[in-house]
């Protein structure tokens, strides 16, 4: 019903900055939070960056400064941008959603979705 799709990821030199992008797709009602989580090998996933519905937003401590979480209502997008990367935000990326859906019987359900995940790749 509903489908989250990243694209931007990639491999970055220490210093350089990459721009995620994730489109959310279906039967949408209405999208609260939007965000961003990432998990590299071997380690838990963790939150990177949220912006609600009305442009509030929050970070995790090792990407303040750094990274920028935006979102466009209309075409439904969540971007991501990130700078001044090093090799501890090596890991895949993956971008969520808390999204009321329409159902067929006139219903409504809120649930949380994910994209694919997209992998960044800081290296020199």
């Known amino acids: 019903q509903v489908q989250l799709v990243e694209s931007g990821g990639g491999l970055v030199q220490p210093g350089g900055s990459l721009r995620l992008s994730c489109a959310a797709s279906?039967?949408?009602?209405?999208?609260?939070?939007m965000g961003w989580y990432r998990q590299a090998p071997g380690q838990e996933r963790e939150s990177v960056a949220v912006?609600?519905?009305?442009?509030?937003?929050n970070y995790a401590d090792s990407v303040k400064g750094r990274f920028t979480v935006s979102r466009d209502n209309a075409k439904k997008m969540v971007y991501l941008q990130m700078n001044s990367l090093n090799a501890e935000d090596t890991a895949v990326y993956y971008c969520?959603?808390?999204?009321?859906?329409?159902?067929?019987?006139?219903?409504?359900?809120?649930?949380?979705?994910w994209g694919q995940g997209t992998q960044v790749t800081v290296s020199s």
């Open positions: 912006i609600t519905s009305g442009g509030t937003t």
């Open positions: 969520y959603a808390d999204v009321t859906v329409s159902l067929s019987t006139g219903y409504r359900r809120q649930r949380v979705y």
């Open positions: 279906g039967s949408i009602f209405s999208i609260n939070d």
